[in-house]
């Protein structure tokens, strides 16, 4: 099937291939040189009239498949891996730092059946949503590309993936948004994250339609749970887990003597200064590339002293602290075996040095776990915390689930009314050149001269009060935005007879269009 690379789409067996290739059909896309007087020149009028043709034939022949492809309405799917499926090891593979999103997005839409993607990738899942033209080609692309991209072998990748269609895909979006699919129930930075996708979609040139709407909605079912149910109250985060699991490990009469070091002063880095220091940590030193965020953490927390050492002393710094918390994006490990065997012994009273890894790609490689004295945890670790206050949480989550269906239904209802547009927009289409020509007709019969300019406007005004009042009950019948009893079954039947009785044809031509951007998208 498809690559990002050398693209060839394929639709009812054809294949349109890239520039400089020969195709199925027997057409030849690219420049091609030719002899005239023994120079060599490219032909490039040809070129065109030959690049026109195989767009022309290809076309016809999708046409002729299309069939295939309307009797299944474009789905929305995610496909994806969360801490729940999935350990960190496959995870970090798979991990699109956040700078590469519209790059994925834009190799994601270029797959022959994908037309809309968004990539959700964080320390504990990796999901990719997408509106497929067919489900299972679609569905097969998007792991093919996933299999690629991370080295992963496709059969492997299926043991660990989940994968949903339509009304589940995006229940399962707003649940994660809502922090219900959280490693942390309840925890708030995943609804940051959701924002994120559409702040950068919205950067990038958009996410789609469905998938723009899509997260949107899921902000707002997300906004909706942690303002109208009680399930942010007492929860934890990834960071507050982190640093739970470093005071459980650490001798208890010694826990908050332990010397403490943060690598990384992003969002998750400042929520692990901010919970050392809730639990009466009075000083903790944090290894930054540079010390401006450093300096805003220190103007807001007052209560921990907070020392900055620049990266290239983040060694010297390791040597002198019995906990190391690691949050940054590197994706390359920052600690090896042989630089913590190089590190002197922790002190005394903690005996074994600490690293509680919350980076993912993992910044501890996993060969650390290795050195004697040293003991390496990372967020699939952070479970044993997270279950001490997970049964309360679940009652809450029960509240909230009723907010995600309203929320639910408000989309599906959305994405519903999507299928009876373009009937509505061909059917006014038509009335409207009827009225036209018949306008026209009219004012030649009664001839331009004998009319004011007042006549005429009212003659225009009546031609097209008529084809109002007459389209009212029609487009009434085509209306499935949840307003009223109509089901969604009711109005497609309604706009099927509609498009038989004046032949609209819409569906085949909403096909036809999306096939012709795949071929003029797979010809440049």
């Known amino acids: 099937m498809a690559a990002v690379n050398g693209f060839a789409t394929a639709f009812g ?20 040189l030719a002899k005239r007087g023994g120079e060599i020149r490219c032909d490039v009028g040809t070129d065109l009239e030959e690049k026109k043709a195989a767009s022309v034939a290809a076309l016809e022949q999708f046409k002729i498949s299309a069939d295939r492809y309307m009797k299944e309405q474009s789905s929305i799917a995610v496909i994806g891996l969360s ?36 990539v959700l990738s964080t320390c504990n899942r990796m999901e990719i949503y997408v509106v497929a033209l067919s489900w299972n080609r679609g569905i097969k692309e998007v792991i093919d590309w996933m299999a690629k991209t991370s080295g992963i072998p496709a059969e492997e990748l299926r ?50 339609k469905n998938i723009d709407r899509m997260f949107k909605d899921a902000i ?32 208890k009469t010694h826990c908050l003597s332990a010397r403490m070091l943060l690598i990384g002063a992003g969002k998750m880095g400042k929520l692990v200064i901010k919970h050392l220091a809730s639990k009466g940590c009075k000083q903790v030193v944090v290894v930054n590339r540079s010390v401006e965020k450093v300096d805003a ?19 010297s710094a390791a040597a002198e602290a019995d ?33 509680i890894d919350i980076s993912v790609p993992r ?32 009652r809450k989550a029960m509240e909230a689930q009723e907010l995600i269906t309203q929320e639910l239904i408000k989309f599906e209802a959305w ?55 007459l389209l009212h009950g029609p487009l009434q019948h085509l209306r499935c935005d949840g307003s009223d009893s109509r089901t969604l079954d009711e109005t497609l039947e309604n706009m099927h007879a509609l498009n038989r009785m004046f032949s609209l044809d819409t569906e085949k031509d909403i096909m036809e269009r999306k096939i012709k951007a795949k071929v003029e998208k797979a010809q440049t």
């Not at 067996?13 to 091609?32: D, S």
């Not at 953490?297 to 060694?315: A, C, H, Q, V």
């Open 323 to 355: 906990v190391i918390f690691t949050s940054t994006a590197s994706e390359t490990p920052l600690f090896l075996k042989e630089h913590v065997e190089a590190l002197p012994l922790a002190s005394e009273e903690i005996g074994t040095r600490l690293f």
């Open 83 to 118: 801490v729940h499926t999935a350990p960190v090891e496959m995870r970090e593979k798979l991990a699109v730092p956040e700078a590469q999103w519209p790059h994925a997005i834009s190799e994601l839409c270029s797959l022959n059946h994908i037309e809309e993607a968004a």
């Open 297 to 315: 953490i220190r103007g807001e927390m007052k209560d921990i002293e907070i020392i900055y050492r620049p990266l290239d002393e983040m060694m």
């Open 220 to 251: 707002t079912a997300g906004k909706r749970v942690r303002t109208e149910t009680n399930i942010s109250s007492g929860a934890v985060s990834v960071s507050s887990a982190a640093v739970e699991l470093a005071l459980m490990k650490l001798p």
């Open 363 to 394: 910044n501890v490689g996993s060969c650390v776990s290795g050195v004697e004295n040293a003991r390496v945890y990372n967020v699939d670790d952070l479970k044993e915390v997270v279950e001490a206050n997970k049964e309360d949480r679940l």
């Open 159 to 208: 043991q660990h993936l989940f994968m949903l269609r339509d009304s589940d895909a995006t229940r399962h979006l707003f649940e994660v948004s809502a922090g219900l699919d959280s490693l942390v129930l309840g925890e708030g930075q995943i609804l940051s994250q959701v924002k994120q996708v559409v702040r950068v979609g919205q950067g990038s040139g958009g996410l789609g």
């Open 415 to 469: 994405r519903d009314s999507l299928e009876t547009v373009p009937t509505i927009k061909k059917l006014r289409s038509y009335a409207d050149r009827i009225r036209g020509s018949e306008l026209e007709k009219c004012l030649q019969k009664i001839g331009e001269d004998s009319l004011t300019k007042k006549m005429r406007k009212s003659i225009e005004e009546l031609s097209t009060g008529i084809v109002n009042k």
């Open 13 to 32: 067996g054809v294949k349109v291939g890239t520039l400089g290739r020969t195709n199925p059909l027997g057409f030849k896309v690219g420049p091609r």
